[in-house]
């Protein structure tokens, strides 16, 4: 199903959560760069990201901010072998 914003749409809240920790470790972001947030769209009542507004609460998250550091630290290492 495509939606008119032309944005990928994530069918639950928890699949969108988790596309964004992935996109925020496999694109490494520079701070006030890249999607911040999701939000259930109105027209295909989906899930997309946005980049504007406030940062998602679950991105402050230490458990989540640790795992991307690590999952960060890794790819840094793999790519320079
Ligand atoms: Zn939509």
């Given at each position: 199903m495509k939606c008119v914003t032309g944005k990928n749409a994530y069918e639950s809240e928890e699949f969108a959560r988790e596309a964004l920790i992935q996109n925020r470790i496999h694109f490494n972001h520079r701070e006030g760069n890249g999607p911040i947030n999701i939000y259930?769209?109105?027209?295909?009542?989906?899930?997309?990201?946005?980049?504007?507004?406030t940062e998602a609460d679950f991105l402050k998250e230490d458990e989540v901010i640790n795992r991307i550091q690590k999952e960060i630290r890794l790819r840094n290492w793999t790519d320079e072998y």
């Open positions: 259930l769209c109105s027209d295909c009542n989906a899930w997309h990201f946005t980049s504007t507004g």
